[in-house]
């Protein structure tokens, strides 16, 4: 179905190819998943299959991409759209209607389907994928893991042929993320369809996978990267990036590495009994310092939907704390209550004081003063990024912070190292903008630090320095609160984990308790070795270093 014969794509004064020789073949009714580093070219390749690259970036191209036997060079994005569905990382940024309903039929008007057919296929495509209550829903309104639903659907109603997937999952929930993935695996097995995704949460998708493309760059001097095909298990045990399952199995000695929870459990128990007894207890709770947010009673309401309500939270100096919960549950919108700049129309904030009087209310600062007390990193870093080159941005937020010279460059270094200075933030990759916008809000060294999805778009390897960074932050005296549907993000990262559902805060405890006891939000160490409260590899690992090796412990 998609045919890449010995590719090479250079972008417009770029010193070297970003994919070079790409040799591979993606068979009609399989799901391939492509994974690799942040920045590594991962959204080329995908961009290839319509034609969007290079008819609209630019960049020379050799050899041939065909799809259905149709070579995009010769046809453009407009000749291949009844071909090919595409689903952007940044949803948004296709909507052209108001609502849900009128979105998903909007394409199918472009290439006059018949009304009948158009209803038939919106009714099924609001079931499929669980949008049925947000029919009539304004798309401004809509959480993002909403939002991503309502573009796959906008792609599914097309009924194309090859549908590509750019994080598609990335602002989702862990159930409807599952709910997501099944019906994409559900299209596959049932018509046919041939499904490409690029994915960082490989915990999520490899189970799935027909297929894995890999992509890593070389060692040394830059190049364009390596690309690496075959079936999944494979591929991700050489693969530099891989979900937590497969690093379980690294360390267990499990050859072929299982990719699913259930085939991982079934060979789990010699690993159990090499644990026993030495199962991670509930640390004692860190001598709480002073508060560095608490918000009272806090309302926010968006036109007559009300989505946060009443809601009650302390931050202290020294923690890091996660805000889960279901897509549409009050998250972002709290975040921003507590920031100032959104809307608040009941509760009280106060950032500073010494914890017991005293402190503003950030929505009474000026901006400046504001975001050196309280800074956000929403979950569209665009939104921050305004300048004409990346050293130009780390330059301003610098001045703005009043930090030294080079502060929110340093950052960004250890977040996403070797972007070029000079370039423009919009030809970043998502995950290089947000590390960016990251960087940039940073620089201040702001005593309370909120996180809006951070991981959408950055590898297991930008996640880490991501929480190495956010840790730091805290140890330095800062309160840090991440909204996030990354569990395994959450499990290395977080002591405190707030659970919101309906706009109100349900669960507040010590992350262990929380994120173990949850069949949503377990991690899959968590779910592999339970009833243990194991969160992540790592400390399996310490655990086993510090005993003596137990026989079978490692078996196949």
């Not at 994005?77 to 090919?84: D, K, Q, Y």
């Not at 009994?273 to 310092?289: E, F, I, Y």
């Not at 990262?493 to 706009?503: E, F, K, L, Q, S």
């Not at 899959?524 to 992540?536: F, I, N, T």
Request: charged share 20%; with cysteine; glycine share 10%.
């Amino acid at each position: 179905m998609i045919r890449y014969e010995r590719v090479s794509l250079t972008y417009p004064g770029a010193p070297a190819p970003v994919l070079a020789g790409v040799d591979l073949e993606v068979p009609e009714g399989e799901l391939c998943v492509v994974v690799g580093p942040t920045g590594c070219g991962k959204s080329t390749l995908l961009g290839l299959v319509n034609g969007h690259v290079p008819h609209f970036t630019g960049g020379d191209l050799a050899g041939c991409v065909r799809v259905a036997g149709r070579d995009t060079r010769t046809h453009p994005p407009r000749e291949l759209a009844e071909l090919v569905g595409v689903v952007r990382q940044d949803p948004a940024s296709g909507f052209v209607t108001e609502t849900v309903e009128e979105e998903l039929a909007y394409g199918m008007e472009l290439r006059a389907v018949p009304p009948a057919v158009m209803r038939t296929r919106v009714e099924e495509t609001l079931d499929l994928l669980g949008l049925a209550d947000l029919r009539s829903r304004p798309l401004r309104t809509l959480s993002g893991g909403q939002a991503q639903r309502v573009a796959i659907g906008a792609a599914l109603t097309a009924r194309p042929r090859v549908l590509v997937c750019d994080e598609p999952t990335s602002a989702l929930d862990p159930t409807a993320a599952e709910e997501v993935l099944a019906a994409l695996t559900r299209l596959v097995d049932d018509l046919g369809l041939t499904v490409l995704v690029a994915e960082h949460r490989l915990e999520r998708v490899a189970q799935y996978a027909d297929a894995v493309v890999a992509l890593a760059r070389p060692a040394g001097a830059p190049g364009p990267v390596r690309v690496e095909h075959g079936p999944p298990g494979p591929v991700l045990a050489a693969a530099a990036h891989v979900p937590p399952v497969v690093e379980l199995a690294r360390l267990a000695g499990w050859e072929p590495p299982p990719l699913s929870v259930r085939d991982a459990r079934r060979r789990a128990g010699p690993l159990r009994t090499a644990l026993a007894g030495r199962a991670p207890r509930a640390a004692a709770a860190a001598a709480a310092g002073p508060a560095r947010l608490i918000a009272t009673g806090v309302t926010v309401r968006h036109g007559h939907v009300v989505a946060v309500r009443g809601a009650d939270l302390r931050l202290h100096a020294g923690e890091v704390v996660a805000l889960m919960g279901r897509n549409g549950s009050g998250k972002s919108s709290l975040l921003w209550a507590l920031q100032g700049s959104g809307p608040r129309a009941a509760g009280d904030v106060r950032v500073g004081g010494d914890g017991r009087a005293g402190g503003a209310d950030p929505a009474r600062l000026d901006p400046v003063a504001r975001r050196r007390v309280v800074t956000l990193v929403p979950q569209h870093p665009a939104d921050l990024l305004y300048l004409d080159s990346v050293a130009a941005e780390c330059t301003r937020a610098d001045a703005d912070a009043g930090a030294a010279p080079g502060t929110a460059a340093a950052i960004l270094d250890r977040l996403a190292p070797g972007i070029d200075p000079h370039h423009h933030p919009r030809d970043l990759s998502e995950g290089q903008r947000l590390a960016l916008a990251i960087a940039v809000q940073l620089a201040g060294a702001p005593g309370v630090v909120l996180l809006d999805e951070p991981t959408r778009g950055l590898d297991y390897g930008a996640k880490s320095r991501l929480g190495a960074v956010v840790r730091e932050l805290a140890a330095d005296g800062a309160a840090v609160l991440v909204a996030t549907h990354d569990v395994e993000f959450a499990a290395r990262t977080v002591g405190r984990v707030v659970v919101m559902a309906g706009g109100e805060i349900v669960a507040d405890g010590q992350a262990r308790a929380i994120l173990c006891g949850s069949p949503a939000f377990a991690p899959q160490v968590a779910k592999v070795l339970d009833p243990e409260p194991w969160l992540h590899v790592g400390e399996v690992a310490a655990a086993l270093a510090t005993a003596a090796p137990a026989e079978g412990a490692g078996a196949r």
